[in-house]
């Protein structure tokens, strides 16, 4: 799905580096450095600042300064229509909380569907805001997260989400 990117910018974070990006309507990337299945393919020159970008920002200095559960910088992911359900399905798992591939496919409808959920979760162009990090494997296990599991097991420690309380922030 093609969508015009208008600016980018960079937030340094206690995990690294992200890379914003946004269109017109909402904050449509946020990658770690490195993180797999990145996309850094933009057409023209962008702004280095717009209003969703320094809401973003705000934001995530926020939720790692611990004051901020939820975001409400305006999101405008590009994807398919089942990519969009699936990422909007993550949005309804709150900080603190975990979710399975298998929980998601049953609240769409398609309980067979939790690996084709995966493939959706693995393409989330959001980090931490649509949080495909709260989702593990049917047994609790950590399961892929494209910004690598350290930064996952930390991003549960951080919000606090059992069995992951308390491990050290790893970079």
């Not at 974070?13 to 933009?42: S, Y």
């Not at 690996?115 to 494997?137: D, E, K, L, T, Y």
Request: charged share 20%; glycine share 10%.
């Amino acid at each position: 799905m093609k969508q015009t990117l208008v600016a980018q910018g960079r937030i340094d974070t206690p995990l690294g580096a992200l890379t914003l990006a946004a269109t017109a309507r909402g904050l449509a990337l946020a990658w770690f450095d490195g993180q797999a299945h990145r996309t850094d393919e933009v057409a023209a020159p962008l702004q280095p600042d717009n209003e969703v970008l320094r809401q973003a920002k705000r934001e995530f200095d926020e939720y790692f300064a611990g004051r901020r559960r939820e975001f409400s910088v305006p999101l405008d992911p590009a994807g398919t229509d089942f990519q969009q359900r699936v990422w909007r399905a993550l949005l309804q798992i709150p900080m603190g909380r975990l979710g399975t591939y298998g929980d998601i496919a049953r609240q769409l409808g398609l309980p067979a569907a939790a690996r084709a959920v995966g493939a959706a979760v693995g393409r989330n162009p959001i980090s931490i805001i649509v949080p495909c990090h709260r989702v593990v494997g049917r047994d609790g296990s950590l399961t892929g997260y494209a910004g690598g599991l350290p930064r996952k097991r930390a991003l549960l420690a951080h919000e606090a989400a059992p069995p992951f309380a308390g491990l050290a922030a790893v970079r």
